[in-house]
């Protein structure tokens, strides 16, 4: 069965340093892989989404930047966070095929300071 | 584009009785629909999910949706919550051109009284 792993679990950082989460799906290729950011009473909003190694979607103009290295990784970085960067990042992929579900990892707390 | 209102920021109901979680969607044709639940500090679990055919939808847990194309509603029913069903809920929408993305609704947190 497909599992999809997403750490750190929760990560404290400085204004100003860099940041990278992953997040590394097993059990299928070739997923769609996206990254959501889930503010308090503001639902999820969806950062980038990629379809294929190499290729990124970014949804909102930001601070952050994505990469997919290999097939099943998805990777979310900022070389400068920011005090606005704080949030639960969520991890999701999803099977082809039009009509398949997106299926999301445990999540990321980070917290800036 | 697409987009869902869930009208409800929070709802209270008592441990044993019915649930309706409303939600509302915009868009020019059937889309595809999904509800997801989430318990605190953790990610969103798939309940159920329509993309055609018989428009009343069962899931996990006891859930179930109805899709009702004349309201543009998907409202999720559950006959009888239980406390562990304490948690917040998300109604999602999908379509054929979105490129896979799926906009989500502000979600319904529901609190669960004995």
């Known amino acids: 069965s497909q599992t999809i792993h997403q750490w750190p679990a929760t990560l404290v950082q400085p204004v100003g340093s860099p940041l990278s989460l992953e997040c590394t799906v097993e059990?299928?290729?070739?997923?769609?892989l996206y990254w959501y950011r889930q503010a308090a009473g503001r639902g999820l909003q969806l950062l980038f989404y990629s379809v294929g190694i190499g290729q990124i979607s970014s949804e909102v103009p930001q601070n952050l930047s994505a990469s997919r290295p290999q097939d099943r990784q998805f990777i979310l970085s900022s070389k400068k966070l920011l005090l606005s960067d704080s949030g639960f990042y969520l991890c999701a992929w999803r099977g082809t095929g039009d009509s398949q579900p997106q299926h999301f990892g445990d999540g990321t707390r980070l917290s800036i300071l | 584009a697409q987009s869902v209102t869930q009208p409800d920021i929070h709802i209270t109901v008592s441990e044993g009785a019915s649930l309706e979680l409303r939600c509302n969607y915009s868009?020019?044709?059937?889309?595809?629909l999904f509800w997801y639940v989430q318990s605190p500090g953790q990610g969103l679990q798939l309940l159920l999910k329509y993309f055609s055919g018989d428009t009343l939808v069962q899931g996990i847990k006891g859930f179930e949706a109805e899709f009702k194309r004349s309201q543009s509603s998907f409202n999720l029913r559950k006959p009888s919550v239980h406390w562990s069903d304490a948690a917040e809920y998300f109604c999602?929408?999908?379509?054929?051109?979105?490129?896979?993305?799926?906009?989500f609704g502000k979600g319904t947190m529901l609190l669960v009284s004995p």
């Open positions: 059990g299928t290729s070739n997923p769609n």
């Open positions: 999602a929408v999908g379509t054929p051109e979105g490129y896979s993305t799926l906009t």
């Open positions: 868009y020019g044709a059937t889309p595809y």
